[in-house]
Every structure is written in structure tokens, then in C-alpha cells.
């Protein structure tokens, strides 16, 4: 799991040791990602599947893409689709992933890039491995975060913010046992190159087997920590997790990973992603690809999406000729 490396991790600048007194945050519940597919068939994990909407703001969804190694022919994508409400955010860790969008954005990512999209008032997109890795095959390993966009946002112009991987903020903990890469947000001072209009941080750690982190974390943010790979154990009560589990923490100044001591031998590290934000609290109707405020500004959605109101394919960015609907399988939900 390269995204990105170093090779000493003791000449990055450290996260400091925790105050006297700090609250160290319990874990909540620690829930088990379902498998599935998504667009033309690549395998996902559901990482927020069985989590309250309320627990998770301000994200909605999140789907962790592989870890898979493609035979030749066997790389899949998205078809063309739209979307409206929020923002994705796609982390690629291993392999490579093209995105192309009607609003004139897109670009190629791998390997710790991040491309982040703000379908604000709507856009359409694809999201497909090029053509060099459907003929080769390869490792594919990556995720895909939504988070929630406030009313006063959700019809903001479209953007994207193409994030190179070495823009990433890199941070060790106090013993160097853990690499963090800070995509979005200020940790412990250090802020990620993640422009976002709900305040939040996302950090991918690597964490060594035995060694802790303890992480600095605002109070007024929620948190979650998702294992990609790996043992270990999250909160200061050290609950046990392992790959493909999402631990909800509760109240507190700090977030507290472990790794386990003993690793499987294809996952020398405990690999998470750790996500926290300041929750939005408005009322979600979600449905597909559009996640709005009331049912019928989703129907209203459907409705422009049909009349062609939330952009044109360009000519020159569909693959082989056709230009397909929505595919995505994302939960349908409303609270």
C-alpha cells in the first residue's frame, strides 16, 4: 500500500504529545462493511453501511475501491452520470484512475493523488482506469468519500481541485511509528492542501505494528476511523478492528489508533483513514446520485438531469462511442 512514503519517518515534523487533561475518545460501535459492485462492476467495500446518518455528518458515503488485481481486459469505471448536493473526494492508494467532468474538469490520479469534485448545482462525470491498465491489468486500490454540502452551498458553481500526492502534509507521530498523510483539514497545526466548504479533516495513517498514535482532534468535530488494512484497536478503551471496519468514536480532544503487534503478512502495517467533521445538521434527502434537503428537490434533480440541465457530455471524453445513464449503486436513503 505505497500512496505515499518516506523512508525515515523520524525527519518529519511530529504531532504533539497530548495535554494534561485531554479526553481521549471512547469508541461508539465498530460496524463491518458489506461488499458489493459499483458502475460497470468494480468490487467496493460500503464502509459507512449500517451507521446513522446523524453519526456520520457531514459525509454521506464512502465506499473503499479494491484492494484487486486486474488480469488484462479486466479494469472497470463508471459510465457517464450525474450528480448534485455535495462533493466527492477520490483517494487512489494503488494503480490509476481517470475522471473527466462536463465542467471541464478531470485528470488522471495514482498512487496518492486525490481529485476533488464539487458537483454543487450539478455536473456530470465518469470516473474509468485507463486504457493502458484495462490492456495490462494491475493493483487498483483506492476510495471514494461524499460529503454532504450546507444548503446555503448546494448550488454553488462546480469545481475540482486536482491534489498531487507530494502535496500532501506529512506528519509522524511522537515515536515515528506513524506516518500521516493530511489530504484536507488542520492537524495539530498542519493543514492539508484540501479546500473544503464544510469544515473537516481527512488523514490516511500508516501505523507500525505496536506502536499508537494519538491524534489531536477538534472537539467539534465528529470522528471515524476506517481500517483499509490491517489489526489493531481504536479509543482509548481499545476496541479491535481489523480491514474493512469503521469504528464511530464519541466525545473528546483526541483519537487514539493501535497498531496490532502481530500483522498478516500481506499487511505489514495497520492502514486507516481517519475522517472527522463539523456536522451540518440539516435535514438529507438522499436518492442515488443527488443528495439534497427535501424529496422534491430530488425529483427536481431527476428532472433537470433528464432535460439535459446539469450539463453535456463532451464529444471528445466518451469512451468508445457511447454515453450510458446513471450506474452508480449507492445506498438510497432519507433522514
Keep these: 500500500m505505497p500512496a505515499v512514503t518516506v523512508e525515515d519517518t523520524t525527519a518529519l515534523p511530529r504531532v504533539p504529545v497530548p495535554a494534561p487533561r485531554t479526553v481521549r475518545r471512547r469508541v461508539r460501535s465498530v460496524t463491518t462493511a458489506p461488499s458489493g459492485f459499483e458502475g460497470e462492476g468494480f468490487p467496493v467495500r460500503r464502509a459507512f453501511a449500517g451507521v446513522d446518518l446523524r453519526d456520520l455528518d457531514p459525509f454521506i458515503h464512502m ?14 469505471g463508471t459510465s457517464w452520470h450525474p450528480h448534485r448536493g455535495f462533493e466527492t473526494v477520490t483517494y487512489i492508494i ?37 486504457e493502458q491498465l484495462v490492456v495490462s491489468g ?5 476510495l471514494q468519500l461524499w460529503v454532504n454540502l450546507p444548503k446555503a452551498q448546494k448550488w454553488v458553481e462546480p469545481r475540482y481541485q486536482d491534489l498531487r500526492a507530494h502535496e500532501s502534509v506529512l506528519l509522524a507521530s511522537p515515536d515515528a511509528g506513524a506516518l500521516l498523510r493530511v489530504i484536507a483539514g488542520d492537524v495539530a497545526g498542519h493543514r ?23 491524534l489531536p482532534w477538534r472537539p467539534d468535530f465528529n470522528a471515524l476511523v476506517y481500517v483499509l488494512s490491517g ?9 479491535p478492528v481489523r480491514t474493512g471496519q469503521l469504528a464511530l468514536l464519541g466525545p473528546g480532544d483526541t483519537v487514539t489508533v493501535n497498531g496490532a503487534r502481530h500483522q498478516e503478512s500481506r499487511t505489514p502495517a495497520l492502514d486507516v483513514v481517519i475522517l472527522g467533521g463539523a456536522p451540518i445538521r440539516e435535514p438529507i434527502a438522499m436518492y442515488g446520485p443527488f443528495v439534497m434537503n427535501t424529496r422534491q428537490e430530488v425529483m427536481d434533480a431527476f428532472t433537470d438531469f433528464s432535460a439535459g440541465r446539469l450539463g453535456t457530455v463532451p464529444a471528445q471524453r466518451v469512451p468508445h462511442g457511447t454515453v450510458r445513464g446513471e450506474t452508480e449503486q449507492s445506498p438510497d436513503r432519507t433522514a
Excluded at 63 to 76: I, S
Excluded at 203 to 210: E, R, S, W
Design 63 to 76: 465506499d473503499q475501491m479494491g484492494e484487486v488485481e486486474y488480469a488484462p481486459g479486466e479494469p472497470k
Design 94 to 130: 494503488d494503480g490509476t484512475f481517470e475522471h473527466a467532468d462536463s465542467h471541464g474538469g478531470g485528470g488522471t490520479i495514482s498512487n496518492g493523488d486525490t481529485q476533488w469534485m464539487t458537483a454543487g448545482g450539478g455536473v456530470l462525470h465518469i470516473e474509468r482506469p485507463p
Design 138 to 142: 494491475g493493483l487498483f486500490h483506492g
Design 192 to 214: 492539508g492542501p484540501g479546500s473544503t466548504y464544510t469544515p473537516m479533516a481527512m488523514v490516511h495513517a500508516t501505523i507500525a505494528p505496536g506502536a499508537s498514535l494519538e
Design 231 to 239: 489489526a489493531g484497536s481504536v479509543g482509548i478503551d481499545g476496541a
